[in-house]
């Protein structure tokens, strides 16, 4: 697939905020975003297996540091990092909190929850 017939970029787009959050999943049909913190080693090796995700799907992907902005944290019942939450027009759906995740686990998951 060429880069000007790609819907979603190569890589997770870095969130900052709760409006920001919103913005990118209501923007998108399908939308994964993961939720971490600095200084998470599992959140930091999650960051190629995200960018591989983008590339080998149609899903929108994000990050966001809910530290950044506390509401998100219960908002979200952010209760560990790496937190993936899957997106369907703007609607959290389904989450995945289990650490570190390899790519084909991450696709095959979302290829379920996403059908």
Known sequence: ???????TPDRPQSLESAAALEA?????????V???TEGCSKCAAMEPVLGGVARASDVAIGTINPR???PLI????VRSVPLLVAFVDGDPVARKAEGFVPMESVCSWLDTVLE
């Open 68 to 70: 950044d902005d506390p």
């Open 74 to 77: 219960e908002e979200y019942d």
């Open 1 to 7: 697939m060429s880069e000007s017939s790609r819907s």
């Open 34 to 36: 993961e939720f971490h």
């Open 24 to 32: 990118f999943v209501s923007q998108h049909p399908t939308a994964l």
